[in-house]
């Protein structure tokens, strides 16, 4: 929004601001015409000063002429007196006082605050008076103040909810992340609040007593040391500048001889309450402090009722859940209700979560809470490329210089799809986007707090299923011999997992419709490819290898519909070569797989080929390599939790029988203990894993269980065996 002249007029009459502030305030440089009416307004602001100070000069001579000429009455009656031997008559109310009486009169003369001045800038005044984002511009913007810079449109949206609460009432809660300003902004809308009389008792609650009491403290010097706020409201300013000079004028100061009845007794828990004035509506307003777990029924202050209630930030830490019950009771029933039946009180709650079901998760649940309507805002509300992320914070580890030469390097492709909350964000210095502010921040602090503080997603925990060597055991298809597919079966797959150093590992797995599956067959073929190698030597090694286990894969006999080989790591590059030739090197088409944390699953990488499906996503990238992402979390987690199924259920597997030892199988398949997980952000989790090696048969049932989810088959008795892109299934 741009000034326009009346605005820059009383910018320059009030002389807070040059030029190069003004454009700040205004987030835009000052146009040419607005450059000219600053020329102009400066002009007429001293020609109509140097016209006031000729005005006083005449007013003080004009006066002390006629100070000379009533003195001269006064000695020409003095001596007509003497001459005649007659006392003059004294004016009506005069005559000697005693001392006592000249005392009174003195001390009254110095408890009164004289005359208010109009405001300094009125039409600026009134501008703001049902504007509440304005006021915070003109009023509370720049060095030295609560604001130091403007909204950004996403904040501009919860200032205009925190004005028309004030206004016309009603229950809101807000959701920010942590820093971003709620609690200055509720600072503003309370000092807005009394300025104008919009409400008459504003009750500021915080965690604390003391949080609250230092935000209403911070408000009440405001309103008598700002200079703009002195100038603009002199009736709200000039009375609490009196006692701020003279505390002991408290009780006394008055009004055109009436008391204003101005108190401070915040020492003592008590409030702060503003000169009430005679003729000055907006005046008299009060603000009380308390903490969110204080006992504060019934509140009543000169028998007024709070009618506005800020609520910032009720939960200062991981609290126990009998104190968070306690919280949320006395807002609920104790907090709200404190307004009086004639004036419906209206409430704001800025909140951002600790702790999943903490008080601002309970409010945020519109059907735990019905009469709060809740927006929430996350500080990246969409990421980047999640590749570029991890590439990032790779340079950041090995140094902050070479990271951030990175970042300016690579920004386009990092920033590419991201959207912030505050596009102002971050340190100039060292930052050159609001998006490494966030990506900065994340580095920092860890995954856990950053989605819980700055995205609104408190870690929750879940309990998780632990798979043991005897219940795989136990899941043994008696009389069924290797190389058997399950009864029904419309997908066989093979899984191969690469470990350079020591083996490949290979399991078979058969589904039906209903995902029941069935382990038809595994194998570890030892390799060794040292790691020392140079990459062409290394890659030459796995490629060879892997033909070699094709063509052994292929021998069983069984008909694969898929084989899936993983392809993390060094391996990438030969995997993703030997795939293409695979059919002719060893009659399996190969598919290279990726397995991606839970944490850093993203369905929509930049280098997906379609759509993601069933927690995988195919990829391709500029060197024309492709291979299939998948959620390997996800993936583990499922084909661990299926051997819990009764055997020939949906979604069960099951071992082949013919005699064989399965306890290297089963003890691979459980190595791995699914201890938890915590929610971070954006649907993603992040899981805690209990690892022991060796767990390739594990890594080859979860990539098995892929497979099958990449082309549709999740055991919902529907299968689509070619998933829409032309790639062909291959039955041998």
């Not at 408890?111 to 703001?128: F, S, V, W, Y």
């Not at 090995?398 to 920004?411: K, L, P, S, T, V």
């Not at 210095?429 to 602090?445: G, W």
Request: glycine residues 8%; charged residues 25%.
């Amino acid at each position: 929004m741009l000034f326009d002249r009346e605005t820059i007029y009383g910018i320059v009459k009030a002389r807070s601001y040059n030029k190069r502030q003004a454009a700040l305030m205004q987030d835009a440089p000052l146009t040419d015409e607005q450059l000219r009416w600053w020329d102009e307004a400066d002009i007429l602001y001293k020609a109509e000063r140097e016209a006031a100070r000729l005005e006083k000069a005449k007013a003080a001579q004009a006066a002390a002429r006629e100070r000379r000429a009533a003195e001269q009455a006064a000695a020409e009656r003095n001596l007509a007196a003497q001459l005649t031997g007659t006392a003059w008559p004294a004016a009506e109310g005069s005559g000697p006082m005693s001392d006592l009486e000249r005392q009174r009169k003195h001390r009254a003369a110095g408890r009164d605050i004289g005359e208010i001045p109009p405001p300094r800038h009125r039409r600026i005044r009134e501008r703001c008076r049902y504007d509440l984002p304005l006021f915070g511009r003109l009023y509370c913007t720049g060095a030295h103040k609560m604001l130091h810079r403007a909204p950004s449109p996403r904040m501009l949206e919860f200032v205009l909810t925190l004005q028309d609460t004030i206004l016309n009432g009603g229950n809101r809660h807000v959701r920010w992340p942590r820093g971003k300003g709620k609690t200055t902004w509720l600072k503003v809308a309370a000092e807005w609040c009394l300025c104008y009389g919009h409400r008459s008792f504003i009750l500021f609650i915080s965690a604390s007593k003391n949080m609250s009491e230092a935000a209403a403290k911070e408000i009440w010097e405001t309103l008598s040391e700002d200079p703009m706020i002195a100038a603009d409201f002199p009736e709200i300013a000039i009375p609490l500048a009196d006692v701020a000079l003279t505390p002991q004028r408290t009780r006394h100061q008055t009004y055109h001889g009436r008391r204003t009845g101005i108190e401070d007794t915040s020492a003592r828990g008590g409030h702060r309450r503003l000169a009430q004035l005679d003729g000055y509506p907006n005046t008299g307003g009060i603000l009380a402090a308390r903490g969110a777990d204080q006992r504060i029924r019934g509140l009543n202050i000169k028998s007024r009722r709070p009618d506005f209630i800020f609520i910032d930030d009720p939960q200062t830490g991981a609290e126990t859940e009998g104190v968070l019950n306690k919280i949320e009771a006395n807002i609920q029933n104790v907090i709200l209700n404190l307004g009086s039946s004639d004036v419906r009180t209206a409430a704001v709650m800025a909140s951002t979560p600790v702790r999943l079901n903490d008080i601002s998760e309970r409010f945020a649940d519109p059907e735990r809470n019905p009469a709060w309507r809740t927006t929430t805002e996350r500080l990246v509300v969409s990421w980047g490329p999640e590749e570029w992320k991890e590439r990032y914070f790779a340079e950041k580890r090995i140094g902050d210089e070479r990271g951030r030469a990175f970042y300016a390097e690579h920004r386009e492709d990092i920033e590419r799809g991201a959207e912030m909350f505050d596009p102002g964000d971050g340190d100039r210095r060292t930052q050159v986007s609001a998006y490494q502010f966030a990506l900065d921040k994340l580095f920092e602090i860890g995954e856990m707090a950053f989605f819980s503080e700055y995205q609104m997603r408190p870690p929750a925990s879940a309990f998780a299923f632990v798979l043991t060597q005897r219940l795989v055991l136990s899941r043994i298809r008696r009389g069924v011999p290797p190389n058997m597919p399950v009864p029904n079966a419309v997908l066989t797959v093979a899984a191969t997992d690469i470990n350079p150093g020591y083996a490949l590992s290979t399991s078979v797995y058969s589904f039906d419709l209903s995902l029941c599956g069935l382990v038809m067959a595994y194998r570890a073929a030892p390799v060794r490819i040292p790691d020392a190698l140079n990459d062409v030597e290394f890659e030459s090694r796995v490629f060879d290898a892997l033909a070699e286990h094709g063509r052994e894969i292929a021998s069983l006999g069984i008909k694969l519909d898929l084989w899936g080989v993983d392809a993390g790591g060094r391996q990438f590059k030969a995997v993703t070569r030997f795939a293409p030739q695979s059919a002719q090197l060893c009659a399996l088409a190969a598919t290279p797989m990726l397995g991606r944390a839970g944490k850093n699953w993203n369905p929509n990488v930049k280098s997906r080929i379609r759509a993601a499906l069933n927690d995988t996503v195919r990829c391709r990238d500029a060197q024309h390599r492709e291979w299939l992402a998948f959620n390997a979390d996800v993936y583990k987690e499922r084909y661990q939790k299926a051997w819990g199924a009764e055997i020939g259920a949906p979604g069960s597997l099951s071992l082949f029988d013919g005699g064989a030892d399965h306890s290297q199988f089963a003890l691979q398949v459980s190595n791995e203990k699914l201890k938890g997980k915590q929610a971070l952000g954006d649907d993603r989790w992040k899981y805690i894993w209990e690892s022991n090696d060796p767990h390739d048969f594990l890594d080859t049932g979860a990539m098995a269980l892929a497979l099958a989810g990449s082309v549709g088959l999740t055991g919902d008795g529907t299968y689509q065996a070619d998933d829409g892109g032309g790639d062909e299934v291959v039955f041998l």
